[in-house]
């Protein structure tokens, strides 16, 4: 049953000073004023109304909490059904109380995602607005959060959508050639379908493009951290650990499984590589071996490299800049707070001069610098710009790359003056797999396994 009422807390459990349960469904509104008691009677009330007053135990009329309920009617609410969000300010134990007497008056516990899915299937938002939900609840990063925004706003689905009526018009353009195979037209209609695949085509790669930098904003920048003993790398950790610490949501119904190492380093997230190694040995190279630190250099997407400024280089940092040049490395250049013995020249012949960075974490210097280095190496400027659509979805960017796929079988038919009525069929599987993408023509299964990724309360 699609509107039977459901409930279920939706902020983060815990510390929080206020908690937040929602309730959706056909009889929000009158299973919850059994238990509400305030001025105005909530079924009397506006839309889009807050009111002050109590939660109580309907037997005894005992006050178990105070509370604010919001009233959202069908359809100006997430889920366009009847909305109504009671918000707490105790702690755990009176949400919970507060909860379990609304389940006691028939309403049911929502499922994860349920929310979300609902407003789905009432056509609120499409699939990649529901998914980028799950993204924002998972957000690790501002950057991956105005990311996540952007889309369910809708931006990727404004794309989508626009490639997808340039294939049917193409289709239909098609389709009248099949309807009267003249030759001349067919010549036309050859040159046609080659210019409009390759404009699909061109705006898929620029898609996937942005695939890339969107996979770093969900997962993080893998990242080491390398050096000789008693450079600095552990105090780097540190610095990076405490000043930064990654945002962590704690989401009522599933574990805080953060285990790896994130910090957020100028809105981008790093995931140290090995964290726990790094913390205890400090020198991941000296410690596990060459062929094993080689590996683990060669995993990471970004390297930081610590040398002391107050020493001369060594001939194993040497031996290592060398082999760095090659990677995504910035080279920090610490304790500048002692005097200077290291020959910069030396470093400046494998790096850029904008791929070093001075400081002491010591006194706390130049740490800014180090955070605009690393947003430059992986973003040089483009994510600044507001036009902000990623594809970060692993199901949209396979759905992408089928759908190219399919559009250069198309090209490659049509060059070989396959019968058109052949070529349709591979634009028509390009235009269902961007379907695909936005929720139209998705089966009943793939939506399930959708929308059971979210959390309790979405
Ligand atoms: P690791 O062995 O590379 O992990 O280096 P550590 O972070 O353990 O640091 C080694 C030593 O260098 C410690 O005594 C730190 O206090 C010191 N140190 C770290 N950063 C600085 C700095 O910027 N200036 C100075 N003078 N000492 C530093
Ligand atoms: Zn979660």
Redesign the pocket.
Known sequence: MLNDTIAAISTPLGEGGIAVIRVSGDEAVPLVERVFRSKTKLSDAETHTVHYGFIIEPASAEKVEEVLVTLMKSPRSFTMEDVVEVSCHGGIVSVKKVLDLLLQQGIRLAEPGEFTKRAFLNGRIDLTQAEAVIDLIRAKSDRAFKVALKQVEGNLSKQIKHLRYVLVELMAHVEVNIDYPEHDVEEMTNAFIKSKCDTVMLEIDRLLVTAEQGKILREGIETAIV??????????LNELAQENRAIVTDIPGTTRDVIEEFVNVGGIPLKLLDTAGIRET??IVEQIGVERSKTALAEAELILL?LNS?EELQLDELVLMKQLAEKQTIVIL?????SRKLDIDQVLSYFPQERIVE?????NKGIDHLEKAIAAIFFEGKLESSDLTYVSNVRHISLLKQAKRSLHDALEANEQYVPIDMIQIDIRAAWEQLGEIIGDSVGESLIDQIFTQFCLGK
């Open positions: 050096g000789r003993p008693n450079v600095g790398k552990s105090s780097l400090t020198d610590v107050n610490n304790k500048i707070d002692l400081l002491s974490l010591i006194e």
